[in-house]
């Protein structure tokens, strides 16, 4: 038969592991509620990394590249052709303020079949403390105007970057801010490299 005093031992004891069973518990449930919390942040982190980029495909998609009226053959000048790109340009193009521009005539080619002008758009990117940039990234467009073609038609357009040999035509593609930067990074790392 058991004595109250040993009875209440065994209550103690009994309680002492029954509460260290219970902080045992607890400790599996806080590393468990750890566990699930991280879980849930790298799969909301996912979702958000999925929304973000179908959101972007989504603002491509519904992006409308834009063009301009090109002139026609007949009302073709050298001028009128530089004024056009620079047109077209600042119309079309999306790029940040900081960036300038300026456009020259280069020269005119004759072919069998048509004639081409040639132009090039340099860009930079001055600074207060840099005003004369140490690189530039130029694009070259070139006009063609058909001899064989009706005159009232408007003139063929197309541009091909420094440096690349993609030929990409206004209402076709869309400019990207980007293709600017790679060249004068590009630029920058080979002068880097160079010693004199």
């Not at 000048?77 to 300038?100: A, D, K």
């Given at each position: 038969?058991?004595?109250?005093?040993?009875?209440?031992?065994?209550?103690?004891?009994?309680?002492?592991?029954?509460?260290?069973?219970?902080m045992?518990?607890?400790?599996?449930?806080?590393?468990?509620?750890?566990?699930?919390?991280?879980?849930?942040?790298?799969?909301?982190?996912?979702?958000?990394?999925?929304?973000?980029?179908?959101q972007?495909?989504?603002?491509e998609?519904?992006?409308?590249?834009?063009n301009?009226?090109?002139?026609?053959?007949?009302?073709?000048?050298?001028?009128?052709?530089?004024q056009?790109?620079?047109?077209?340009?600042?119309?079309?193009?999306?790029?940040?303020?900081?960036?300038?521009?300026?456009?020259?005539?280069?020269?005119?080619?004759?072919?069998?079949?048509?004639?081409?002008?040639?132009?090039?758009?340099?860009?930079?990117?001055?600074?207060?403390?840099?005003?004369?940039?140490?690189?530039?990234?130029?694009?070259?467009?070139?006009?063609?105007?058909?001899?064989?073609?009706?005159?009232?038609?408007?003139?063929?357009?197309?541009?091909?970057?420094?440096?690349?040999?993609?030929?990409?035509?206004?209402?076709?593609?869309?400019?990207?801010?980007?293709?600017?930067?790679?060249?004068?990074?590009?630029?920058?790392?080979?002068?880097?490299?160079?010693?004199?």
């Amino acid at each position: 038969m058991l004595s109250l005093s040993s009875l209440g031992g065994l209550l103690y004891k009994e309680r002492w592991c029954l509460g260290c069973l219970i902080m045992d518990m607890e400790e599996e449930d806080e590393a468990i509620r750890e566990k699930a919390q991280s879980l849930i942040e790298t799969v909301i982190r996912g979702v958000k990394e999925q929304l973000e980029a179908l959101q972007k495909k989504e603002r491509e998609a519904d992006y409308v590249i834009g063009n301009i009226q090109w002139i026609a053959c007949k009302d073709f000048t050298v001028e009128r052709g530089r004024q056009q790109i620079e047109e077209y340009i600042s119309q079309t193009w999306e790029f940040h303020e900081s960036w300038l521009h300026w456009s020259d005539f280069l020269k005119e080619e004759q072919l069998k079949y048509s004639q081409r002008y040639h132009y090039r758009v340099r860009w930079s990117i001055p600074t207060c403390r840099k005003p004369i940039p140490q690189a530039t990234a130029c694009i070259y467009f070139i006009v063609e105007i058909s001899n064989i073609k009706p005159p009232n038609l408007p003139i063929e357009v197309f541009f091909i970057l420094e440096s690349n040999r993609l030929i990409h035509r206004p209402g076709r593609c869309r400019f990207r801010e980007k293709w600017l930067k790679d060249i004068i990074e590009s630029k920058m790392i080979l002068m880097e490299s160079i010693t004199f």
